[in-house]
């Protein structure tokens, strides 16, 4: 029940494209869910974050979209660019200075 | 930008041994946390830490860890006798509030 299951593993986009990456999870307390961005050698960095009171939040080309029926969220990057290539985890947390649950993880890699 | 540090970032040792990984958390942080990344796979928590105790720690954070904050400064994980499957980067992460985490850069161990 505490897992945070992520799709893809991998995915391959075209420059100026949109990227996708989904998460589900189990656990109805989480109420905080983060995406981090990871480049090879380095420690996972906050992309942008949503709490359930709200279905969509937008920062720059990084949207997160949110539907607490489904216990789904989502990662989109509009106008993908070669230095978003990197590892995407969604996480989850019951807040309160609680441990993130992590995702398993997208590796981006996007074309030129 | 204040920022999580972690030292050494690459530590080798053979299996049985000590070792204590030193990360300084951002300065005015209340939360402090463990987490590990075996190679490839997804970060794991290990274990919280708030107002100079454990607040929660995962099923891999058994007797052979302990963590402490020796000053102000500070915040160690301590592996008393390091097993091969230790390996991994171990980040440490801090928050101000209750939500957002920032991660230090890591310490990539190494059990021969």
């Known amino acids: 029940q505490q897992q945070v299951k992520q799709s893809p593993q991998s995915l391959i986009v075209q420059k100026g494209g949109i990227s996708i990456i989904n998460c589900a999870y189990e656990?109805?307390?989480?109420?905080?869910f983060p995406w981090y961005q990871q480049f090879p050698g380095k420690g996972p960095a906050l992309l942008i974050a949503?709490?359930?009171?709200?279905s969509e939040k937008k920062e720059g080309r990084f949207t997160i979209s949110f539907n607490k029926s489904a216990k789904q969220f989502s990662l989109h990057i509009m106008d993908s660019q070669p230095g978003d290539s990197a590892t995407y985890f969604c996480?989850?947390?019951?807040?309160?200075?609680?441990?993130?649950?992590f995702g398993t993880g997208t590796q981006l890699k996007v074309e030129l | 930008e204040p920022e999580v540090t972690q030292t050494p970032s690459h530590q080798v040792t053979q299996m049985g041994q000590e070792v204590i990984l030193r990360c300084v958390p951002i300065?005015?942080?209340?939360?402090f946390y463990w987490y590990r990344q075996i190679l490839g796979q997804k970060v794991e928590f290990l274990v919280s830490?708030?107002?100079?105790?454990?607040?929660?720690k995962s099923e891999i954070f058994d007797d052979q860890f302990s963590v402490e904050r020796p000053d102000g400064s500070n915040f160690t994980l301590k592996i008393r006798s390091t097993k091969l499957e230790d390996s991994a980067m171990y980040f440490c992460?801090?928050?101000?509030?209750?939500?957002?985490?920032?991660f230090g850069p890591g310490t990539r161990l190494t059990v021969l």
């Open positions: 300065s005015n942080h209340l939360y």
């Open positions: 949503i709490r359930p009171d709200v």
């Open positions: 992460a801090s928050s101000l509030n209750t939500d957002t985490q920032y």
């Open positions: 656990n109805t307390a989480f109420d905080y």
């Open positions: 830490f708030y107002n100079n105790e454990i607040s929660e």
């Open positions: 996480a989850a947390s019951t807040g309160g200075g609680n441990k993130l649950t």
